[in-house]
């Protein structure tokens, strides 16, 4: 399968935009068999999560930037940005 371009790459952002946490790991696992978490939840900034998943059949990494959210006494994540980039392989 042939690595995504930045064209594609903004097309594959567009179609996941909308689509909550857990869909877009659906997504993302039915749109390339070698999908692999990166990392879950991994605070590395001061309350942003990151999750990462990395398409390595189509050279591009998925990122997940959610925020906790403490206003209704419970604890819940907020999905605020996703990133696609390519992988260090995909010079496209």
């Known amino acids: 399968m042939a690595f995504l371009n930045q064209q594609e790459r903004e097309a594959l952002l567009n179609e996941i935009k909308d689509l909550r946490f857990n869909q877009i790991r659906g997504r993302l696992f039915r749109k390339d068999k070698k999908c692999r978490l990166a990392f879950f939840r991994n ?13 390595e059949g189509l050279g591009t990494q998925v990122t997940l930037v959610e925020s906790l959210d403490h206003s209704n006494g419970k604890a819940t994540y907020k999905l605020e940005e996703i990133i696609v980039a390519p992988t260090p392989e995909n010079r496209l």
Do not use: G, P
């Open 43 to 55: 605070a590395q900034e001061t309350n942003r999560w990151m999750t990462r998943y990395i398409l």
